[in-house]
């Protein structure tokens, strides 16, 4: 892989990695300017340029991007495995639509190969991407 990628337009290898079950990490920023670094299951869907998170809508990393503002606020995921890494990044806006938080639960299974437990107070974390890095 080489650096800097279209997001909308990975090639194989990339895909591929993002499709192999990884733990990853979410930066948000902090109301304070400094970095909030979780780890969390992410799913990368290219065609509509966005990665996915879910969470629960009272954690920290879901209060961090609602104080961003309406317009969200620009974070970044992460994978590495060995050498190999990649990173998303992308403005994050918080979703509690049944609907778009099932099909976020549906592509983290697919990813990671299980159903996450049952959650009342679950929202989707949506980063519409900008830049996508990596190297492997």
């Known amino acids: 892989m080489t650096n800097q990628r279209d997001p909308g337009a990975p090639d194989e290898p990339y895909l591929t990695f993002w499709r192999e ?6 930066t948000t920023p902090r109301p304070d300017g400094s970095p ?12 509509r340029r966005l990665a996915r998170v ?3 809508r009272a954690s920290r990393k879901v209060r961090n991007v ?11 995921v992460c994978q590495v495995d060995g050498r190999r890494w990649a990173t998303l990044e992308g403005r994050a806006t918080v979703s509690e639509d049944p609907e778009r ?4 639960v549906r592509r983290y299974a697919e990813r990671y190969g299980r159903t996450p437990r049952p ?6 974390i ?11």
Do not use: K
Request: hydrophobic share 45%.
């Open 21 to 26: 079950r990884h733990l990853c990490t979410l």
């Open 36 to 47: 909030h670094v979780v780890p969390v299951g992410v799913t990368y869907d290219p065609e």
């Open 54 to 56: 879910i969470a629960d």
């Open 66 to 76: 609602l104080a961003a503002g309406p317009d969200g606020a620009r974070v970044a």
């Open 101 to 104: 938080v099932a099909e976020a």
């Open 119 to 124: 959650n009342p107070t679950r929202a989707v």
């Open 126 to 136: 949506e980063i519409a991407l900008t830049r996508a890095m990596g190297q492997g």
